[in-house]
């Protein structure tokens, strides 16, 4: 509000003028100064009803301070996580590379050699075998199956040796029967190499083929038994050392001790059993068209054979023996081609009838035969 200003004439009169305007100047600075900050006005209870809304509106300021302190602060957090999982993700790849680098190793990695053995045929071929470490069952399979090729009874020779090459043993688990079995198998006999190789069919059977994948076992047998030796050959004229008359002798005599298993050296049917004047107990067998067989001297018959019989090759008819006209143990051996006596040790036989690998089964066989051949 304006303050009065007292004029005075006298002297006095400017010393009160000089106070007014001084007052007035401060009063000026007071109202300015009170006018640049704003009151504030007494609120009643009822008054806070008008600041509510600023309460949401600073919140929601210190949420979007909040929000962008995080959003600042997420690359940094994300850059100090990024090198753990780069960490990891090298270490995951560290060792997929090891477990790669094994499996290369280990597939690139030289096979187990194969082992070769070899030993001289001193007595038997049973027995070379033994000292290789094959079994008999193997042994049995390996004399049938080079009957068509050897007769290790007969033609074996001081100086003969028999090889074979078995697989790797195995790094674990126990052994089994066909540890022993050769894959493959050579019998060295004077100049000549006899070979045979492995072959398993789907069933898991074993057998024995040629290099080129051909059965040995011939649809006929040459030898009936395991004799010892030739005590009689095949002859149009001889002395009978019974009769002491000259007559032809019609088959082979086989010596080999009483008891000795014989068997059917083909399929066939029994055409005649029993007994007949020289021959003394005796089985006649008819093979395929026109083989014949007879087996004579025996001492008792196989059990259930009788004539109509089917036997198959390599079956027992008969035991030796010296029944008729004999002076010792032995087998009377015949072979009859057109109802004709042949020499049993020369004639011309059937060719095989077992068959042997065809096909892409055969490559096959043939090239593992050939990578096997070079070890021996």
Partial sequence: MPFPVVATLSTRAGKVILVCAISSACAALLFSQSFS???KKPRAD???????????????AEASRAARAAAASAPQQAASAVPDVNAANAAASAATDAETNAAKSASSAPPPAMTVRSVPLHTSFDDAM????????????????????INFHRDLREGDTVSIVVAPPAASGPRNAADSEPLAVRVQHGTTSHD??????LQGKPFYYTKSGAATTPSFER??????????????RRLDPVTHQWQSHDGVDLAAPAGTPVYATARGTVSFIGRERGYGRIVVLNNVRPYQTAFAHLSRFAKGLHRGSRVRRG???????????ATGPHLHFEVRVHHVPRDPLTV????????????????RFAAQAQRLSALL
């Fill in 37 to 39: 900050v704003p009151s």
């Fill in 46 to 60: 009822g008054d806070d009803a008008d600041e509510l809304p600023a309460q949401p509106l600073s919140r929601d």
């Fill in 130 to 149: 033994q000292r290789l470490g094959v079994n008999a069952a193997t042994t049995a399979l390996l004399v049938h199956a080079y009957a068509g090729v």
């Fill in 196 to 201: 045979l190789f492995l072959h398993r069919n």
């Fill in 223 to 236: 030898y009936p038994l395991a004799y010892s030796r030739v005590s009689s050959g095949f002859a149009l």
């Fill in 315 to 325: 079956q027992v008819i008969g035991y030796v023996g010296s029944s008729g006209w």
């Fill in 348 to 363: 011309a036989l059937p060719g095989n009838d077992a068959g042997g690998l065809h096909g892409d089964e055969q490559a």
